[in-house]
Protein backbone atom coordinates (compact mmCIF):
# COMPACT_ATOMS: atom_id res chain seq x y z
CA UNK A 1 0.00 0.00 0.00
CA UNK A 2 1.27 3.02 -1.12
CA UNK A 3 0.50 6.62 1.17
CA UNK A 4 1.82 9.95 1.40
CA UNK A 5 4.59 11.31 3.07
CA UNK A 6 3.95 14.75 2.79
CA UNK A 7 6.10 16.90 -0.01
CA UNK A 8 8.81 13.83 -0.15
CA UNK A 9 6.28 11.52 -2.50
CA UNK A 10 4.83 8.35 -1.55
CA UNK A 11 6.52 5.69 -0.12
CA UNK A 12 6.23 2.10 0.15
CA UNK A 13 6.12 0.79 3.87
CA UNK A 14 5.66 -2.52 3.85
CA UNK A 15 2.39 -2.27 5.34
CA UNK A 16 3.64 -1.36 8.53
CA UNK A 17 2.27 1.89 9.90
CA UNK A 18 4.17 5.26 8.68
CA UNK A 19 5.93 6.93 10.92
CA UNK A 20 7.05 10.28 10.93
CA UNK A 21 10.33 11.77 10.85
CA UNK A 22 9.75 13.24 14.57
CA UNK A 23 9.14 10.17 16.71
CA UNK A 24 6.71 7.37 16.45
CA UNK A 25 3.09 7.69 15.03
CA UNK A 26 0.39 9.01 18.14
CA UNK A 27 -1.73 6.29 15.64
CA UNK A 28 -2.06 2.73 16.85
CA UNK A 29 -1.93 0.38 14.21
CA UNK A 30 -5.92 -0.84 14.26
CA UNK A 31 -6.54 3.18 14.35
CA UNK A 32 -4.68 3.16 10.78
CA UNK A 33 -5.53 -0.48 9.38
CA UNK A 34 -9.37 0.84 10.34
CA UNK A 35 -9.03 4.21 7.82
CA UNK A 36 -6.56 2.63 5.70
CA UNK A 37 -7.31 -0.96 5.40
CA UNK A 38 -8.40 -2.70 2.11
CA UNK A 39 -11.82 -3.24 2.93
CA UNK A 40 -14.44 -5.13 1.19
CA UNK A 41 -14.00 -5.55 -2.32
CA UNK A 42 -17.73 -5.30 -2.88
CA UNK A 43 -17.70 -2.22 -1.15
CA UNK A 44 -17.22 0.74 -3.84
CA UNK A 45 -19.53 -1.89 -6.46
CA UNK A 46 -22.73 -1.54 -4.00
CA UNK A 47 -22.30 2.18 -3.39
CA UNK A 48 -24.82 4.61 -4.85
CA UNK A 49 -23.89 7.13 -7.74
CA UNK A 50 -24.64 10.61 -6.79
CA UNK A 51 -26.77 12.68 -8.71
CA UNK A 52 -26.66 16.19 -9.09
CA UNK A 53 -29.93 16.49 -10.89
CA UNK A 54 -33.38 16.65 -8.77
CA UNK A 55 -35.58 13.98 -10.20
CA UNK A 56 -38.80 15.92 -9.10
CA UNK A 57 -40.75 17.41 -12.12
CA UNK A 58 -41.97 20.81 -11.16
CA UNK A 59 -45.89 21.70 -11.01
CA UNK A 60 -45.98 23.52 -14.99
CA UNK A 61 -49.43 24.84 -13.70
CA UNK A 62 -48.17 26.52 -10.24
CA UNK A 63 -44.93 27.70 -12.20
CA UNK A 64 -46.76 29.62 -15.07
CA UNK A 65 -48.86 31.45 -12.44
CA UNK A 66 -45.92 32.30 -10.40
CA UNK A 67 -44.98 33.43 -13.69
CA UNK A 68 -47.94 35.48 -14.43
CA UNK A 69 -47.97 36.77 -10.85
CA UNK A 70 -44.34 37.66 -11.41
CA UNK A 71 -44.91 39.51 -14.82
CA UNK A 72 -47.42 42.16 -13.27
CA UNK A 73 -44.36 43.82 -11.66
CA UNK A 74 -42.14 43.99 -14.66
CA UNK A 75 -41.77 47.49 -16.41
CA UNK A 76 -42.45 48.56 -19.66
CA UNK A 77 -38.60 47.72 -21.14
CA UNK A 78 -37.94 44.51 -19.10
CA UNK A 79 -41.35 43.21 -20.73
CA UNK A 80 -39.73 44.30 -24.54
CA UNK A 81 -36.01 42.32 -23.59
CA UNK A 82 -38.30 38.93 -22.54
CA UNK A 83 -40.67 39.25 -25.56
CA UNK A 84 -37.14 40.13 -27.16
CA UNK A 85 -35.42 37.79 -26.12
CA UNK A 86 -38.12 35.01 -26.65
CA UNK A 87 -38.62 36.02 -30.21
CA UNK A 88 -34.73 35.76 -30.96
CA UNK A 89 -34.90 31.68 -29.73
CA UNK A 90 -37.67 31.00 -31.78
CA UNK A 91 -37.76 29.33 -34.89
CA UNK A 92 -40.85 29.83 -35.75
CA UNK A 93 -43.54 32.85 -35.60
CA UNK A 94 -45.21 33.72 -32.52
CA UNK A 95 -48.88 34.94 -32.35
CA UNK A 96 -49.44 36.63 -28.81
CA UNK A 97 -51.31 33.58 -27.46
CA UNK A 98 -47.73 31.27 -27.65
CA UNK A 99 -45.75 34.50 -26.49
CA UNK A 100 -48.47 35.04 -23.80
CA UNK A 101 -47.74 31.28 -22.63
CA UNK A 102 -44.18 31.34 -22.90
CA UNK A 103 -43.82 34.31 -20.79
CA UNK A 104 -47.16 34.86 -18.50
CA UNK A 105 -47.26 38.52 -19.49
CA UNK A 106 -50.76 39.81 -20.54
CA UNK A 107 -51.02 39.95 -23.97
CA UNK A 108 -51.65 43.83 -24.37
CA UNK A 109 -48.69 44.81 -22.25
CA UNK A 110 -47.07 42.10 -25.28
CA UNK A 111 -48.82 43.72 -28.18
CA UNK A 112 -46.82 46.95 -27.16
CA UNK A 113 -43.33 45.57 -26.42
CA UNK A 114 -44.18 43.99 -29.77
CA UNK A 115 -44.71 48.15 -31.37
CA UNK A 116 -41.90 49.07 -29.39
CA UNK A 117 -39.86 46.17 -31.00
CA UNK A 118 -40.84 47.22 -34.32
CA UNK A 119 -39.60 50.46 -34.18
CA UNK A 120 -36.01 49.27 -33.53
CA UNK A 121 -35.66 46.54 -35.68
CA UNK A 122 -37.29 47.75 -38.78
CA UNK A 123 -36.21 47.58 -42.72
CA UNK A 124 -33.06 49.54 -43.36
CA UNK A 125 -31.93 50.09 -40.11
CA UNK A 126 -31.30 47.04 -38.39
CA UNK A 127 -29.56 44.20 -39.32
CA UNK A 128 -32.36 42.04 -37.39
CA UNK A 129 -35.82 43.00 -38.50
CA UNK A 130 -39.24 41.92 -36.68
CA UNK A 131 -41.51 40.87 -39.79
CA UNK A 132 -45.11 39.71 -38.75
CA UNK A 133 -45.67 36.51 -40.50
CA UNK A 134 -48.40 33.94 -41.33
CA UNK A 135 -50.28 35.68 -37.99
CA UNK A 136 -46.81 35.54 -35.71
CA UNK A 137 -43.85 37.93 -35.41
CA UNK A 138 -40.37 36.34 -36.01
CA UNK A 139 -36.86 37.91 -36.30
CA UNK A 140 -35.70 37.91 -39.84
CA UNK A 141 -32.50 39.44 -41.14
CA UNK A 142 -31.95 42.57 -43.31
CA UNK A 143 -33.40 41.58 -46.77
CA UNK A 144 -30.73 43.94 -47.62
CA UNK A 145 -27.95 41.80 -45.62
CA UNK A 146 -29.04 38.56 -47.63
CA UNK A 147 -25.88 38.18 -49.91
CA UNK A 148 -23.84 38.52 -46.99
CA UNK A 149 -26.11 36.34 -44.64
CA UNK A 150 -25.62 33.56 -47.53
CA UNK A 151 -22.04 33.74 -48.06
CA UNK A 152 -21.59 33.20 -44.23
CA UNK A 153 -23.77 30.29 -44.48
CA UNK A 154 -22.76 28.81 -47.82
CA UNK A 155 -26.06 28.25 -49.05
CA UNK A 156 -27.94 29.45 -52.25
CA UNK A 157 -31.05 31.76 -52.33
CA UNK A 158 -34.41 29.31 -52.98
CA UNK A 159 -35.59 30.03 -56.18
CA UNK A 160 -38.96 29.29 -57.41
CA UNK A 161 -39.40 28.58 -61.68
CA UNK A 162 -41.21 30.55 -63.81
CA UNK A 163 -44.02 27.75 -64.49
CA UNK A 164 -43.87 26.92 -60.38
CA UNK A 165 -44.73 30.63 -59.68
CA UNK A 166 -47.57 30.75 -61.96
CA UNK A 167 -48.86 28.16 -60.67
CA UNK A 168 -48.72 29.17 -56.75
CA UNK A 169 -49.76 32.64 -57.90
CA UNK A 170 -52.99 30.64 -59.96
CA UNK A 171 -53.70 28.98 -56.73
CA UNK A 172 -52.88 31.79 -54.07
CA UNK A 173 -55.53 33.80 -55.96
CA UNK A 174 -58.21 31.92 -56.97
CA UNK A 175 -57.81 28.92 -53.65
CA UNK A 176 -60.01 26.68 -53.31
CA UNK A 177 -59.03 25.73 -57.02
CA UNK A 178 -58.78 22.54 -58.92
CA UNK A 179 -56.03 21.17 -61.01
CA UNK A 180 -58.02 21.37 -64.43
CA UNK A 181 -58.50 24.80 -63.26
CA UNK A 182 -55.23 25.37 -62.93
CA UNK A 183 -54.02 23.95 -66.32
CA UNK A 184 -56.84 26.04 -68.21
CA UNK A 185 -55.65 28.91 -67.00
CA UNK A 186 -52.21 28.35 -67.82
CA UNK A 187 -52.64 26.37 -71.01
CA UNK A 188 -50.34 23.44 -70.34
CA UNK A 189 -50.10 20.81 -68.25
CA UNK A 190 -49.57 21.55 -64.30
CA UNK A 191 -48.91 17.76 -62.65
CA UNK A 192 -45.09 18.06 -62.10
CA UNK A 193 -45.23 21.38 -60.56
CA UNK A 194 -47.98 20.97 -58.52
CA UNK A 195 -46.39 17.88 -56.76
CA UNK A 196 -42.83 20.09 -56.47
CA UNK A 197 -44.94 22.89 -54.88
CA UNK A 198 -46.72 20.05 -52.66
CA UNK A 199 -42.91 18.40 -52.38
CA UNK A 200 -41.93 22.15 -50.79
CA UNK A 201 -45.46 22.35 -48.47
CA UNK A 202 -46.25 25.61 -50.29
CA UNK A 203 -49.47 24.13 -51.21
CA UNK A 204 -51.69 21.75 -49.31
CA UNK A 205 -54.77 19.33 -50.42
CA UNK A 206 -57.94 20.80 -48.97
CA UNK A 207 -60.44 18.12 -49.80
CA UNK A 208 -62.47 17.53 -52.79
CA UNK A 209 -64.52 19.03 -55.48
CA UNK A 210 -68.18 17.99 -55.57
CA UNK A 211 -68.42 17.46 -59.33
CA UNK A 212 -67.93 14.63 -61.88
CA UNK A 213 -64.30 12.82 -60.83
CA UNK A 214 -64.44 14.35 -57.73
CA UNK A 215 -61.03 16.63 -58.36
CA UNK A 216 -58.46 17.63 -55.46
CA UNK A 217 -58.87 21.29 -54.38
CA UNK A 218 -55.50 23.02 -53.82
CA UNK A 219 -54.47 25.79 -51.34
CA UNK A 220 -51.93 27.89 -49.94
CA UNK A 221 -49.77 26.89 -46.29
CA UNK A 222 -48.43 28.72 -43.64
CA UNK A 223 -45.02 27.91 -44.96
CA UNK A 224 -46.16 29.99 -48.18
CA UNK A 225 -47.08 32.95 -45.96
CA UNK A 226 -43.52 32.78 -44.44
CA UNK A 227 -41.58 32.16 -47.52
CA UNK A 228 -42.76 35.62 -48.92
CA UNK A 229 -43.44 37.23 -45.71
CA UNK A 230 -47.01 37.91 -45.76
CA UNK A 231 -48.85 38.15 -42.79
CA UNK A 232 -52.03 36.80 -43.94
CA UNK A 233 -53.40 36.10 -47.88
CA UNK A 234 -54.30 39.64 -47.66
CA UNK A 235 -51.18 41.33 -47.84
CA UNK A 236 -50.95 39.69 -51.64
CA UNK A 237 -50.54 42.59 -54.36
CA UNK A 238 -53.87 43.48 -56.16
CA UNK A 239 -53.85 44.75 -59.83
CA UNK A 240 -54.01 47.94 -58.84
CA UNK A 241 -50.73 47.82 -56.66
CA UNK A 242 -49.32 47.02 -59.93
CA UNK A 243 -50.14 49.89 -61.84
CA UNK A 244 -49.16 52.21 -58.65
CA UNK A 245 -45.79 50.92 -58.65
CA UNK A 246 -42.83 53.40 -58.42
CA UNK A 247 -40.97 53.81 -62.09
CA UNK A 248 -38.06 51.73 -60.79
CA UNK A 249 -39.98 48.88 -59.19
CA UNK A 250 -41.95 48.63 -62.64
CA UNK A 251 -38.16 48.06 -64.37
CA UNK A 252 -37.98 45.50 -61.87
CA UNK A 253 -41.04 43.87 -62.93
CA UNK A 254 -40.53 44.18 -66.98
CA UNK A 255 -37.27 42.34 -66.84
CA UNK A 256 -38.69 39.58 -65.01
CA UNK A 257 -42.04 39.28 -66.75
CA UNK A 258 -42.69 39.90 -70.83
CA UNK A 259 -44.79 42.00 -71.45
CA UNK A 260 -47.36 41.58 -74.27
CA UNK A 261 -47.22 42.79 -77.61
CA UNK A 262 -47.81 46.51 -77.70
CA UNK A 263 -47.84 46.69 -73.54
CA UNK A 264 -44.57 48.47 -73.12
CA UNK A 265 -44.73 51.99 -72.04
CA UNK A 266 -48.76 52.37 -71.86
CA UNK A 267 -48.12 53.67 -68.12
CA UNK A 268 -45.88 56.45 -69.41
CA UNK A 269 -47.71 57.59 -72.16
CA UNK A 270 -50.85 57.98 -69.82
CA UNK A 271 -48.80 60.02 -67.67
CA UNK A 272 -47.74 62.18 -70.74
CA UNK A 273 -49.32 65.71 -70.26
CA UNK A 274 -49.69 65.74 -74.37
CA UNK A 275 -51.08 62.68 -74.74
CA UNK A 276 -54.86 63.40 -74.42
CA UNK A 277 -54.12 66.37 -77.01
CA UNK A 278 -52.57 64.35 -79.43
CA UNK A 279 -55.52 61.80 -78.58
CA UNK A 280 -58.27 64.21 -79.66
CA UNK A 281 -56.41 65.94 -82.41
CA UNK A 282 -56.38 62.05 -83.91
CA UNK A 283 -60.02 61.95 -82.62
CA UNK A 284 -61.16 64.81 -85.05
CA UNK A 285 -59.11 63.73 -87.75
CA UNK A 286 -60.96 60.71 -87.17
CA UNK A 287 -64.58 61.84 -87.99
CA UNK A 288 -63.33 64.29 -90.50
CA UNK A 289 -62.27 61.49 -92.36
CA UNK A 290 -65.39 59.56 -91.83
CA UNK A 291 -67.78 62.67 -93.14
CA UNK A 292 -65.31 62.72 -96.28
CA UNK A 293 -66.17 59.19 -96.91
CA UNK A 294 -69.93 59.23 -96.30
CA UNK A 295 -69.84 62.39 -98.84
CA UNK A 296 -67.97 60.69 -101.64
CA UNK A 297 -70.60 57.12 -100.99
CA UNK A 298 -73.51 59.69 -101.58
CA UNK A 299 -72.07 61.03 -104.40
CA UNK A 300 -71.44 57.58 -106.03
CA UNK A 301 -74.67 56.50 -105.49
CA UNK A 302 -75.99 59.46 -107.52
CA UNK A 303 -73.69 58.64 -109.85
CA UNK A 304 -74.70 55.59 -110.36
CA UNK A 305 -78.47 56.34 -110.36
CA UNK A 306 -77.69 58.90 -113.21
CA UNK A 307 -75.67 55.90 -115.29
CA UNK A 308 -78.53 53.04 -114.91
CA UNK A 309 -81.38 55.59 -116.27
CA UNK A 310 -78.87 56.56 -119.39
CA UNK A 311 -77.88 52.61 -120.04
CA UNK A 312 -81.31 51.49 -119.31
CA UNK A 313 -84.27 54.40 -120.18
CA UNK A 314 -87.78 53.77 -118.86
CA UNK A 315 -89.97 52.20 -122.34
CA UNK A 316 -93.12 54.27 -123.72
CA UNK A 317 -96.67 53.40 -122.56
CA UNK A 318 -98.33 50.91 -125.65
CA UNK A 319 -100.98 53.05 -127.81
CA UNK A 320 -103.68 50.78 -127.52
CA UNK A 321 -103.23 51.95 -123.48
CA UNK A 322 -105.09 55.88 -123.04
CA UNK A 323 -104.18 55.82 -119.85
CA UNK A 324 -107.34 56.97 -117.34
CA UNK A 325 -109.83 59.14 -118.48
CA UNK A 326 -109.33 62.69 -118.01
CA UNK A 327 -112.72 64.38 -115.76
CA UNK A 328 -114.86 66.61 -117.44
Not at 37 to 47: F, Q, V
Not at 72 to 80: D, K, M, T
Not at 156 to 180: C, D, F, G, N
Request: aromatic share 4%; glycine share 8%.
Amino acid sequence: MRVSTGNNGPEDTGGKPPRSSGGPSPFTEEEIAAVTGPGDEDELEDSEVATIEADEVPDLQSSFEKLVVKSRNLSPERIRTVVESVLFVAEKPLDLDQLYEATGIEREKIQEALNLISGVHRDGISGIVLYEVSGGWQFRTDPHSGEYVRRYLRVKPQRLTRAAVETLAIIAYRQPVTRPEIEDIRGVDCGAVIKALLDRKLIKILGKKEEVGRPMLYGTTREFLEFFALKDLSALPTLREFHELTQEHQEIVEKERPTAPGASGTVELLADPDFQKRMDKSVAASEAALEELEQAMDAAEKTQKAASSVLNPTPPPPEGDKGPAEPA
